[in-house]
């Protein structure tokens, strides 16, 4: 594994792991299930804390059983923390993948940005839930990355 996917899979990991310490707490019940275009945010905000910028959204509307999915790609590399919401009997995904060309990611490639994906109602939806607005409180607190609601 290069250096760069070894940081990058260290912050997705912390992302990961943070959410996770947070559920133990009682936020995010059904996470990883649903939660990939919020997560994408949260890696993109986490990595932007970390210096590093030019970070994409991809999305692909058809992606396991049909289902959309959203991951963020920057400088070749695909990452993800919510691929095992597709486990099945037969395959298991990994909680945190950081990678380069593998089939599953590669052949779904659909370049969008930020603005594009995450829309306005979509966002406002999710915003507005008291419970989501402490799931994200909980882990900015735990990855140390500061919320600026724009009030």
């Not at 963020?72 to 995904?93: P, R």
Request: hydrophobic content about 30%; some cysteine.
């Amino acid at each position: 594994m290069e250096d760069i996917e070894k940081a990058l899979y260290k912050y997705c990991e912390a992302v990961r792991n943070a959410i996770e310490q947070c559920k133990k707490d009682g936020y995010f019940k059904k996470f990883p299930d649903g939660c990939c275009g919020m997560s994408s945010i949260w890696i993109y905000d986490y990595l932007k804390s970390k210096g590093i910028l030019g970070v994409e959204f991809r999305k692909q509307d058809s992606f396991i059983k049909n289902y959309h999915h959203v991951w963020v790609h920057w400088k070749g590399y695909d990452m993800d923390i919510t691929s095992d919401q597709f486990d099945d009997d037969n395959t298991k995904y990994p909680p945190v993948y950081v990678g380069k060309g593998d089939d599953l990611y590669k052949s779904y490639y659909d370049n969008t940005n930020r603005e594009d994906l995450f829309k306005l109602e979509y966002i406002g939806r999710l915003f507005f839930d008291e419970s989501l607005i402490k799931d994200l409180e909980a882990l900015y607190k735990k990855l140390d990355i500061r919320i600026n609601w724009g009030c």
